[in-house]
């Protein structure tokens, strides 16, 4: 056989691999191209809204302008600029920020502390401690609401920036325990040894090799944890009350549309207005999102 009908036979054979490895993987794609536009299709519909007139949003679905698409005439920023300019919103922004980022760096550093405890150090009662952290993954928050609200009162925290921290970090600290123990207990056990030998105590270790290797799984937990506290508005309405100097976006939100609903008109908008910090931080942490969700949770 010659050179060129050998050339010939082996593209022929990689084209008939290709296409029985697509062919194979086809329905995969179908099915997973389907599930992304039903996902994405509130999201589509919500940004629609969010563009369109009072009185258009009263007559029709959001699906009509599907039928003229570039017919900007049905579009109009209104609702987006009543959101942004309302009184209070750039402070209610500022707030946002005060509680999210030190309601996400303090149980961050607790937990990575607590994870490391549990998956390196001996102590009594080890196993026991961290089964008993687990299985406070299972009790609502909402049980707890009135029980700290009542300390909170007695205390002098209600209302303040320091409780709704403190709330955020009780409610947050048992998942991020959870996650990067796991994580951090499958790092390789000749790598802690190797440390001790060298010296190294408890401290040094933690520093200059844990914190670097759990990277992943922080920044993962970050991600959940910021995100939970930036959309909150439960425990910031329980918490903080009726404070307008601290109040967050979510209670500014509330309060523009009203008890009744009279202003409904501007969720829309404000739903896609306090979506832009949180999909800045997921797309910023998004390729150390995946790799530590998936040690944490499988791996221990």
Do not use: C
């Given at each position: 056989?010659?050179?060129?009908?050998?050339?010939?036979?082996?593209?022929?054979?990689?084209?008939?691999?290709?296409?029985?490895?697509?062919?194979?993987?086809?329905?995969?794609?179908?099915?997973?191209?389907?599930?992304?536009?039903?996902?994405?299709?509130?999201?589509?519909?919500?940004?629609?809204?969010?563009?369109?007139?009072?009185?258009?949003?009263?007559?029709?679905?959001?699906?009509?302008?599907?039928?003229?698409?570039?017919?900007?005439?049905?579009?109009?920023?209104?609702?987006?600029?009543?959101?942004?300019?309302?009184?209070g919103m750039g402070q209610a922004f500022l707030n946002s920020f005060a509680i999210a980022i030190p309601a996400t760096v303090i149980p961050i550093a607790i937990a990575t502390f607590a994870a490391y405890a549990f998956a390196w150090m001996k102590f009594p009662g080890r196993q026991l401690l961290f089964i008993t952290v687990v299985g406070l993954l299972v009790v609502p928050l909402q049980m707890t609401l009135i029980p700290v609200l009542r300390a909170y009162n007695q205390f002098g925290l209600s209302g303040t920036l320091v409780g709704i921290w403190l709330a955020h970090t009780g409610y947050g600290l048992p998942l991020g325990i959870?996650?990067?123990?796991?994580?951090?207990?499958?790092?390789?056990?000749?790598?802690?040894?190797?440390?001790?030998?060298?010296?190294?105590?408890?401290?040094?270790?933690?520093?200059?090799?844990?914190?670097?290797?759990?990277?992943?799984?922080?920044?993962?937990?970050?991600?959940?944890?910021?995100?939970?506290?930036?959309?909150?508005?439960?425990?910031?309405?329980?918490?903080?009350?009726?404070?307008?100097?601290?109040?967050?976006?979510?209670?500014?939100?509330?309060?523009?549309?009203?008890?009744?609903?009279?202003?409904?008109?501007?969720?829309t908008s404000g739903a896609f207005v306090t979506m832009i910090v949180p999909l800045i931080v997921f797309f910023a942490l998004q390729r150390y999102f995946v790799r530590g969700i998936l040690a944490g949770s499988v791996k221990g």
């Open positions: 056989m010659s050179k060129k009908h050998y050339r010939r036979n082996v593209t022929a054979k990689r084209l008939s691999q290709q296409l029985q490895k697509f062919l194979t993987s086809l329905p995969v794609h179908i099915v997973l191209i389907v599930i992304s536009l039903i996902w994405t299709l509130p999201t589509v519909g919500l940004l629609i809204s969010s563009l369109r007139h009072r009185d258009d949003l009263l007559k029709t679905g959001w699906w009509k302008v599907l039928q003229h698409p570039f017919d900007f005439t049905q579009y109009q920023l209104g609702n987006y600029i009543e959101v942004i300019s309302a009184e959870y996650l990067l123990r796991n994580y951090i207990g499958s790092l390789p056990k000749d790598l802690m040894e190797a440390a001790a030998v060298d010296g190294a105590s408890h401290l040094t270790t933690f520093t200059r090799l844990i914190v670097p290797l759990s990277l992943p799984a922080i920044a993962s937990f970050a991600v959940f944890q910021f995100l939970w506290v930036w959309n909150d508005l439960l425990v910031a309405l329980v918490y903080l009350g009726g404070t307008p100097e601290v109040a967050p976006l979510t209670m500014r939100l509330t309060s523009m549309v009203g008890s009744r609903g009279e202003a409904w008109q501007i969720l």
